[in-house]
């Protein structure tokens, strides 16, 4: 590693050096533990969390020495950002088994990839090249790794919870009565671009995006898509089918706000109902019960206790409600999670749903989302960021969570 001030040449805050060596030495651990030579990565996140650029470029770790980063384009911004000693130009593909060739890797016999996310055509391009090695799935073991999330790392989360706060106590006093959704959509990513939101938010899951804001206003919030979430709205084309829409803000119709921002590439994701007037009964007593859910998990989650236990908590107390029929949805829209990690990206581990029984661990991040969706009527919810402590857990984002009356 090279020493390096915290700021580039560009006035940008780099990913700290010993943070990335500290990341790489627990890598090496386990490409060690599976017999692997190493792991070739290609997919862009995961390139920037061991490298600290997103420059376009091949990494490769081998289980033991130093990192290759090869760089297509810009050798330049990638040195300048990257804390990693070997940072080489890569003219191509092809000259990618040269390249390591001459630094001591031609002959590897089992090489990890990130398979969940590694197009087709590539894959079979690296078994051309390498027609001697075995390719290994490593993606659930860099997953696993970006679990546990550094100080530095929490640092960037609460700094995106803040932009979050900001934006909901903002927004309330822009909100007009008649205002379309697609309106408050713009004016919310106005204000979090002000406060240093990257403008995006990123996603793991195959065919998945993800706006800024899901802005739903009245049964619009009931509408169903296709996106991997309880709560999907129309939009305004079947080009992006989610989303905020044509719908207005209406009286005594509850505005539902997913929102999430990204500061220095980590993300905070927060959902909260707003009300011109008064909500519904009905509404209203689902989203007293979303909020016990939360109040009640935030009395019981430490570590050892296991995402799947923290579902089926909240599917219960739905249950006993008498929601358990919109709880997360409702009709083929209802989903069977209730939570989701969040860091570099929207969709990270640990994720709260049945089967999931890897137990909680400090300093993991995650997103806890008890929502209810009432066909005719609206769709109601908190979701709040949380990290792990030693001996409890932490809540990271900063609204209220009640109803928010504007």
Known sequence: MTAASSVSEYGLERVPGDDIQ?????????????????ALLLQNIDIYYFSGTLQRAMLFIPVSGTPLLMVTKSLSRASDESPLENILPLSGRKALLPLLTDHGYGSLKRVGLE???????????????????????????IRQLRMIKSAYE????????????TDYREIGK????????????GLLASLARRQGHMGTMRMRGWNQEMPTAHVLVGETGTGL????????????TPAMPQGAGFGRVVRNQPIYIDHGVAINGYHSDQTRTLVMGKLDATLARAH?????????????????????????????????????DHFMGHGEGQVRFLGH??????????????????????????????????????????????????????????TEQEILYI
């Not at 500290?22 to 190493?38: E, N, S, T, V």
């Not at 898509?225 to 305004?236: A, Y």
């Not at 709260?352 to 806890?368: G, I, S, T, W």
Request: with cysteine; hydrophobic share 45%; glycine share 8%.
């Open 288 to 324: 007293a019960c979303s909020r016990d859910i939360l109040k009640h998990l935030e009395s019981v989650i430490r570590p050892g206790i296991t995402a799947e236990s923290l579902f089926e908590t909240a599917r219960q107390m739905a249950a006993e409600s008498g929601l358990a």
């Open 225 to 236: 898509s296709c996106c991997e979430t309880p709560v999907n709205g129309i939009g305004i």
């Open 341 to 398: 990690g969040i860091g570099l990206e929207i969709d990270e581990l640990p994720v709260m749903a049945p089967r999931f029984n890897l137990p909680l661990e400090e300093n993991m991040v995650f997103a806890l989302e008890p929502k209810f969706i009432f066909p005719g009527l609206g769709t109601v919810g908190i979701e709040d960021d949380y990290r792990v402590t030693a001996d409890g857990v932490e809540r990271l984002t900063l």
């Open 22 to 38: 500290l990341r790489i030495k627990r890598f090496q651990q386990r490409l060690a533990a599976l017999d692997l030579d190493g």
């Open 115 to 141: 398979l969940d996310v590694l197009p087709a055509a590539q894959y079979i391009g690296l078994g051309q090249q390498f027609a001697q090695a075995e390719f290994i799935d490593i993606s659930p073991t």
């Open 174 to 185: 822009l909100i007009r009565e008649g205002m379309p959704e697609i309106e408050v959509d």
């Open 154 to 165: 929490v640092k960037q989360i609460r700094r995106a919870t803040t932009v979050v706060d």
